[in-house]
Protein backbone atom coordinates (compact mmCIF):
# COMPACT_ATOMS: atom_id res chain seq x y z
CA UNK A 1 0.00 0.00 0.00
CA UNK A 2 1.37 3.45 -0.70
CA UNK A 3 0.95 6.36 1.51
CA UNK A 4 0.69 9.92 1.04
CA UNK A 5 1.02 13.35 3.15
CA UNK A 6 -2.38 14.48 3.82
CA UNK A 7 -2.29 17.84 1.42
CA UNK A 8 0.52 20.19 3.21
CA UNK A 9 -0.06 18.26 6.65
CA UNK A 10 2.94 15.10 7.87
CA UNK A 11 0.20 12.79 8.49
CA UNK A 12 0.52 10.04 6.02
CA UNK A 13 -2.83 8.16 5.13
CA UNK A 14 -2.78 5.40 2.64
CA UNK A 15 -4.30 5.55 -0.99
CA UNK A 16 -6.83 3.52 -0.35
CA UNK A 17 -9.17 3.81 2.76
CA UNK A 18 -12.43 2.35 3.65
CA UNK A 19 -15.93 4.29 4.08
CA UNK A 20 -17.97 2.99 6.97
CA UNK A 21 -21.15 4.14 5.72
CA UNK A 22 -22.28 0.76 5.41
CA UNK A 23 -21.87 -0.43 8.58
CA UNK A 24 -25.37 -0.50 10.99
CA UNK A 25 -26.63 1.08 7.93
CA UNK A 26 -30.85 1.98 8.44
CA UNK A 27 -33.33 4.81 7.40
CA UNK A 28 -34.30 5.47 3.59
CA UNK A 29 -30.54 5.57 2.40
CA UNK A 30 -27.86 4.00 4.75
CA UNK A 31 -30.32 0.69 4.87
CA UNK A 32 -29.55 0.44 1.12
CA UNK A 33 -25.81 1.40 1.12
CA UNK A 34 -25.50 -1.76 3.77
CA UNK A 35 -26.58 -2.87 7.12
CA UNK A 36 -22.85 -4.18 8.22
CA UNK A 37 -23.17 -5.17 11.83
CA UNK A 38 -19.79 -5.25 14.41
CA UNK A 39 -19.09 -9.24 13.33
CA UNK A 40 -19.14 -8.35 9.94
CA UNK A 41 -17.34 -4.80 9.92
CA UNK A 42 -14.72 -6.43 12.44
CA UNK A 43 -13.59 -8.90 9.56
CA UNK A 44 -13.55 -5.98 6.66
CA UNK A 45 -11.54 -4.23 9.11
CA UNK A 46 -9.26 -7.38 9.62
CA UNK A 47 -8.59 -7.20 6.04
CA UNK A 48 -8.04 -3.57 5.52
CA UNK A 49 -5.37 -3.55 7.93
CA UNK A 50 -3.98 -6.64 5.81
CA UNK A 51 -4.06 -5.02 3.21
CA UNK A 52 -2.30 -1.64 4.49
CA UNK A 53 -5.36 0.14 4.59
CA UNK A 54 -5.51 1.76 7.71
CA UNK A 55 -7.87 4.82 7.23
CA UNK A 56 -11.92 4.45 8.19
CA UNK A 57 -14.47 7.17 6.94
CA UNK A 58 -17.66 7.88 8.74
CA UNK A 59 -19.87 10.26 9.76
CA UNK A 60 -22.59 11.26 12.92
CA UNK A 61 -25.25 11.23 10.26
CA UNK A 62 -24.19 7.74 8.84
CA UNK A 63 -27.53 5.71 10.18
CA UNK A 64 -27.75 8.19 12.95
CA UNK A 65 -24.26 7.36 14.51
CA UNK A 66 -24.97 3.60 14.41
CA UNK A 67 -22.00 3.79 11.62
CA UNK A 68 -19.38 5.62 14.24
CA UNK A 69 -20.81 2.73 16.89
CA UNK A 70 -20.16 -0.32 15.10
CA UNK A 71 -16.36 0.96 13.84
CA UNK A 72 -15.67 1.82 17.50
CA UNK A 73 -16.57 -1.86 18.20
CA UNK A 74 -14.78 -3.30 15.32
CA UNK A 75 -11.48 -1.07 16.09
CA UNK A 76 -11.44 -1.75 19.64
CA UNK A 77 -7.82 -3.11 20.93
CA UNK A 78 -6.53 -1.64 18.15
CA UNK A 79 -7.25 2.26 18.25
CA UNK A 80 -3.77 2.88 17.54
CA UNK A 81 -3.14 0.67 14.36
CA UNK A 82 -5.90 2.79 13.23
CA UNK A 83 -6.58 6.53 11.88
CA UNK A 84 -10.60 7.79 12.25
CA UNK A 85 -12.09 10.08 10.47
CA UNK A 86 -15.62 11.44 10.93
CA UNK A 87 -17.72 14.41 9.78
CA UNK A 88 -20.31 16.43 11.27
CA UNK A 89 -22.83 19.75 10.68
CA UNK A 90 -25.45 18.23 8.95
CA UNK A 91 -29.02 17.77 10.62
CA UNK A 92 -28.89 15.26 13.28
CA UNK A 93 -32.30 15.98 14.87
CA UNK A 94 -35.29 18.97 14.70
CA UNK A 95 -33.78 21.06 17.58
CA UNK A 96 -32.36 24.53 16.47
CA UNK A 97 -28.46 23.81 17.73
CA UNK A 98 -28.70 20.08 15.91
CA UNK A 99 -27.43 21.22 12.95
CA UNK A 100 -24.50 23.96 12.08
CA UNK A 101 -21.28 24.61 13.10
CA UNK A 102 -21.82 26.47 15.86
CA UNK A 103 -19.54 26.60 18.74
CA UNK A 104 -21.95 24.83 20.97
CA UNK A 105 -22.92 22.15 17.87
CA UNK A 106 -18.91 21.46 17.12
CA UNK A 107 -18.41 20.96 21.04
CA UNK A 108 -21.12 18.44 21.50
CA UNK A 109 -20.95 16.99 18.36
CA UNK A 110 -16.83 15.89 18.86
CA UNK A 111 -17.70 14.58 22.43
CA UNK A 112 -20.86 12.54 21.00
CA UNK A 113 -18.48 11.21 18.39
CA UNK A 114 -15.62 10.38 20.91
CA UNK A 115 -18.38 8.20 23.53
CA UNK A 116 -19.77 6.86 19.93
CA UNK A 117 -16.35 5.47 18.56
CA UNK A 118 -14.97 4.57 22.15
CA UNK A 119 -11.76 6.71 21.76
CA UNK A 120 -10.25 9.99 22.87
CA UNK A 121 -9.22 11.69 20.05
CA UNK A 122 -10.33 12.03 16.55
CA UNK A 123 -7.46 11.49 13.36
CA UNK A 124 -9.19 13.66 10.87
CA UNK A 125 -12.20 15.91 11.54
CA UNK A 126 -13.99 17.14 8.92
CA UNK A 127 -16.98 20.18 8.72
CA UNK A 128 -19.43 18.02 6.26
CA UNK A 129 -20.81 21.22 4.87
CA UNK A 130 -20.62 25.00 5.22
CA UNK A 131 -22.61 26.60 7.82
CA UNK A 132 -23.61 30.05 6.00
CA UNK A 133 -25.07 31.00 9.44
CA UNK A 134 -22.03 30.68 11.69
CA UNK A 135 -19.34 33.54 11.54
CA UNK A 136 -16.38 31.71 10.05
CA UNK A 137 -13.90 33.03 13.24
CA UNK A 138 -16.32 31.11 15.64
CA UNK A 139 -16.19 27.55 13.54
CA UNK A 140 -12.35 27.64 13.22
CA UNK A 141 -11.73 28.91 16.38
CA UNK A 142 -13.78 26.34 18.32
CA UNK A 143 -11.64 23.77 15.68
CA UNK A 144 -8.52 24.89 17.16
CA UNK A 145 -9.56 25.05 21.03
CA UNK A 146 -10.65 21.54 20.33
CA UNK A 147 -7.07 20.84 18.05
CA UNK A 148 -5.47 22.30 20.99
CA UNK A 149 -7.63 20.12 23.69
CA UNK A 150 -6.26 16.82 21.79
CA UNK A 151 -9.77 15.89 21.18
CA UNK A 152 -9.13 16.69 17.30
CA UNK A 153 -5.49 16.06 15.65
CA UNK A 154 -6.16 17.52 11.95
CA UNK A 155 -9.50 18.84 10.20
CA UNK A 156 -10.79 19.49 6.79
CA UNK A 157 -14.04 20.00 5.16
CA UNK A 158 -16.57 18.46 2.83
CA UNK A 159 -18.88 19.98 0.27
CA UNK A 160 -17.63 23.28 0.40
CA UNK A 161 -17.16 25.86 -2.78
CA UNK A 162 -13.76 27.40 -3.06
CA UNK A 163 -14.52 30.52 -1.58
CA UNK A 164 -15.86 29.36 1.80
CA UNK A 165 -13.24 27.22 1.68
CA UNK A 166 -11.05 30.22 1.60
CA UNK A 167 -12.55 32.74 3.48
CA UNK A 168 -12.29 30.10 6.12
CA UNK A 169 -8.60 29.60 5.60
CA UNK A 170 -8.15 33.44 5.73
CA UNK A 171 -9.65 33.78 9.39
CA UNK A 172 -6.89 30.74 10.87
CA UNK A 173 -3.89 32.41 8.68
CA UNK A 174 -5.34 35.80 10.63
CA UNK A 175 -5.50 34.70 14.20
CA UNK A 176 -2.39 31.53 13.87
CA UNK A 177 -5.40 28.94 14.61
CA UNK A 178 -5.23 25.34 12.68
CA UNK A 179 -5.78 24.81 9.11
CA UNK A 180 -7.62 22.93 7.05
CA UNK A 181 -5.48 20.32 5.15
CA UNK A 182 -7.95 17.60 3.97
CA UNK A 183 -11.05 18.38 1.53
CA UNK A 184 -13.47 15.64 0.92
CA UNK A 185 -14.89 15.39 -2.35
CA UNK A 186 -16.55 13.96 -4.85
CA UNK A 187 -14.46 12.97 -7.52
CA UNK A 188 -15.08 10.21 -10.16
CA UNK A 189 -14.69 9.92 -14.45
CA UNK A 190 -18.25 11.09 -14.87
CA UNK A 191 -18.10 13.50 -11.87
CA UNK A 192 -14.75 15.64 -12.57
CA UNK A 193 -16.34 19.13 -11.50
CA UNK A 194 -14.04 18.92 -8.76
CA UNK A 195 -11.13 19.90 -11.39
CA UNK A 196 -12.09 23.33 -12.21
CA UNK A 197 -12.13 25.48 -8.87
CA UNK A 198 -11.12 22.81 -5.99
CA UNK A 199 -8.43 20.69 -7.46
CA UNK A 200 -6.02 23.84 -7.94
CA UNK A 201 -7.11 25.39 -4.75
CA UNK A 202 -5.94 22.78 -3.20
CA UNK A 203 -3.11 22.70 -4.72
CA UNK A 204 -2.39 26.27 -3.91
CA UNK A 205 -3.19 25.35 -0.43
CA UNK A 206 -2.08 22.47 0.56
CA UNK A 207 -5.66 20.25 0.73
CA UNK A 208 -5.20 16.85 0.39
CA UNK A 209 -8.52 15.44 -1.27
CA UNK A 210 -10.23 12.23 0.32
CA UNK A 211 -12.53 11.81 -2.58
CA UNK A 212 -15.68 10.04 -1.68
CA UNK A 213 -18.18 7.83 -3.96
CA UNK A 214 -14.93 6.63 -6.33
CA UNK A 215 -17.55 4.81 -8.94
CA UNK A 216 -19.90 7.70 -9.27
CA UNK A 217 -22.76 6.82 -7.37
CA UNK A 218 -22.56 3.40 -8.09
CA UNK A 219 -22.82 3.45 -11.78
CA UNK A 220 -18.96 2.63 -12.43
CA UNK A 221 -19.23 -0.95 -11.00
CA UNK A 222 -19.09 -2.82 -14.53
CA UNK A 223 -23.03 -3.63 -13.67
CA UNK A 224 -24.25 -0.67 -16.40
CA UNK A 225 -23.45 0.01 -19.73
CA UNK A 226 -25.47 1.42 -23.01
CA UNK A 227 -26.73 -2.78 -23.20
CA UNK A 228 -27.08 -3.35 -19.77
CA UNK A 229 -29.82 -1.32 -18.14
CA UNK A 230 -29.77 -0.35 -14.54
CA UNK A 231 -30.41 -4.08 -12.85
CA UNK A 232 -33.56 -4.72 -10.95
CA UNK A 233 -31.86 -5.47 -7.90
CA UNK A 234 -29.68 -2.31 -7.85
CA UNK A 235 -29.62 0.29 -5.26
CA UNK A 236 -29.75 2.89 -7.91
CA UNK A 237 -33.19 2.87 -8.19
CA UNK A 238 -33.67 3.85 -4.57
CA UNK A 239 -30.55 6.29 -4.27
CA UNK A 240 -29.79 7.98 -7.42
CA UNK A 241 -32.22 10.82 -6.25
CA UNK A 242 -29.41 11.16 -2.96
CA UNK A 243 -26.41 11.56 -5.01
CA UNK A 244 -24.52 13.69 -7.91
CA UNK A 245 -26.83 13.77 -11.45
CA UNK A 246 -24.95 11.89 -14.52
CA UNK A 247 -25.95 11.66 -18.34
CA UNK A 248 -26.71 8.63 -19.47
CA UNK A 249 -24.89 9.45 -22.64
CA UNK A 250 -21.61 10.55 -20.55
CA UNK A 251 -22.17 7.26 -18.24
CA UNK A 252 -21.90 5.07 -21.60
CA UNK A 253 -19.13 6.88 -22.66
CA UNK A 254 -16.71 6.58 -19.67
CA UNK A 255 -17.95 2.94 -19.68
CA UNK A 256 -17.05 1.74 -22.92
CA UNK A 257 -13.49 3.21 -22.44
CA UNK A 258 -13.33 1.57 -18.68
CA UNK A 259 -14.33 -1.67 -20.64
CA UNK A 260 -11.98 -1.37 -23.53
CA UNK A 261 -8.96 -0.72 -20.43
CA UNK A 262 -10.17 -3.04 -18.50
CA UNK A 263 -9.49 -5.94 -21.29
CA UNK A 264 -6.12 -4.63 -21.69
CA UNK A 265 -5.27 -4.05 -18.07
CA UNK A 266 -6.60 -8.06 -17.30
CA UNK A 267 -8.63 -5.61 -14.25
CA UNK A 268 -12.40 -5.42 -13.49
CA UNK A 269 -14.08 -1.65 -14.35
CA UNK A 270 -14.41 -0.65 -11.42
CA UNK A 271 -10.20 -1.42 -10.45
CA UNK A 272 -9.48 0.51 -13.13
CA UNK A 273 -12.01 3.59 -12.20
CA UNK A 274 -10.37 3.80 -8.79
CA UNK A 275 -7.14 3.53 -10.44
CA UNK A 276 -7.18 6.62 -12.41
CA UNK A 277 -8.35 8.83 -9.77
CA UNK A 278 -5.47 7.73 -7.50
CA UNK A 279 -3.29 9.13 -10.15
CA UNK A 280 -5.06 12.41 -9.80
CA UNK A 281 -3.48 15.94 -8.84
CA UNK A 282 -4.07 16.57 -5.11
CA UNK A 283 -5.64 13.46 -4.09
CA UNK A 284 -4.41 12.03 -0.64
CA UNK A 285 -6.96 9.20 -0.94
CA UNK A 286 -9.39 7.73 -2.11
CA UNK A 287 -12.55 6.37 -0.08
CA UNK A 288 -13.63 3.14 -1.26
CA UNK A 289 -16.82 1.03 0.31
CA UNK A 290 -18.13 -2.69 0.44
CA UNK A 291 -20.99 -4.46 2.13
CA UNK A 292 -18.98 -7.75 1.48
CA UNK A 293 -15.42 -9.44 1.77
CA UNK A 294 -16.16 -10.33 -2.03
CA UNK A 295 -16.08 -6.51 -2.87
CA UNK A 296 -13.72 -5.35 -0.51
CA UNK A 297 -10.82 -7.44 -2.08
CA UNK A 298 -11.70 -6.47 -5.64
CA UNK A 299 -11.81 -2.74 -4.71
CA UNK A 300 -8.04 -3.23 -3.26
CA UNK A 301 -7.13 -4.70 -6.27
CA UNK A 302 -7.44 -1.48 -7.76
CA UNK A 303 -3.78 -0.31 -6.74
CA UNK A 304 -0.36 -1.96 -6.71
CA UNK A 305 -0.28 -1.07 -10.69
CA UNK A 306 -0.46 1.75 -12.99
CA UNK A 307 -2.27 2.90 -16.06
CA UNK A 308 -0.25 3.98 -19.18
CA UNK A 309 -0.41 7.47 -20.44
CA UNK A 310 -2.57 6.41 -23.29
CA UNK A 311 -4.83 4.22 -21.22
CA UNK A 312 -5.26 7.61 -18.70
CA UNK A 313 -5.53 9.78 -21.79
CA UNK A 314 -8.54 7.56 -23.31
CA UNK A 315 -10.10 7.97 -20.37
CA UNK A 316 -9.81 11.62 -20.13
CA UNK A 317 -10.73 12.06 -23.39
CA UNK A 318 -14.05 9.96 -23.16
CA UNK A 319 -14.75 11.65 -19.26
CA UNK A 320 -14.11 15.22 -20.61
CA UNK A 321 -17.01 17.70 -20.64
CA UNK A 322 -17.02 21.14 -21.70
CA UNK A 323 -15.77 23.45 -18.58
CA UNK A 324 -18.15 25.82 -16.84
CA UNK A 325 -18.22 29.71 -17.11
CA UNK A 326 -15.16 31.35 -16.02
CA UNK A 327 -13.01 28.39 -17.30
CA UNK A 328 -14.28 27.70 -21.00
CA UNK A 329 -12.25 30.33 -22.34
CA UNK A 330 -9.15 29.05 -20.58
CA UNK A 331 -9.61 25.57 -22.62
CA UNK A 332 -10.83 27.30 -25.88
CA UNK A 333 -9.11 30.38 -26.32
CA UNK A 334 -5.07 29.82 -26.60
CA UNK A 335 -4.14 33.49 -24.87
CA UNK A 336 -6.28 31.90 -22.07
CA UNK A 337 -5.22 28.77 -21.62
CA UNK A 338 -1.49 30.25 -21.32
CA UNK A 339 -2.48 32.05 -17.90
CA UNK A 340 -4.01 28.76 -16.82
CA UNK A 341 -2.45 25.42 -17.59
CA UNK A 342 -4.48 22.13 -17.02
CA UNK A 343 -3.69 20.56 -13.83
CA UNK A 344 -5.09 17.30 -14.20
CA UNK A 345 -3.66 15.39 -16.52
Same mark, same amino acid.
Given at each position: ???R????S?L????L =?F???T????G????????T???E?????D????A??N??DT?D?Y =??G?????L??????????????????L?T?????D?G? =??L?L?R?????L??????????F??????AS?PVE???S???????D???R??GV????????MKSLA????H??T????N????S??????E?D?????????L????W??????????????S???PD???????????PPV?D???Y?V????????V??E??V?????N????RQT?S?V????????Q????L???G?????EQ??????A?????P?PH??Y???E??A?L?????G
Open positions: MEYNLGAGKVPV =SGAGFGGSPLFSHWGTDVEARRLVICLEGVLFAV =STASEEVGEAIRGRRDAVLISTKASPGDGPNWS =SRRISVEAAKRLGTDHIDIQLHAFDTEVVTLDRLVAGKLYISNFSGWQIAAEKGWRYVAQVYYLVGRDYWLMPLGADQGGALVSPLGWGRLTGKISRKPIGSRLHETASFGDELLRVDALEEVAETKTPQVAIWLVGVSIIGARTEELRQNGAVWSLTKVEKLDASAVTAYFPRRQGFRDPPMA
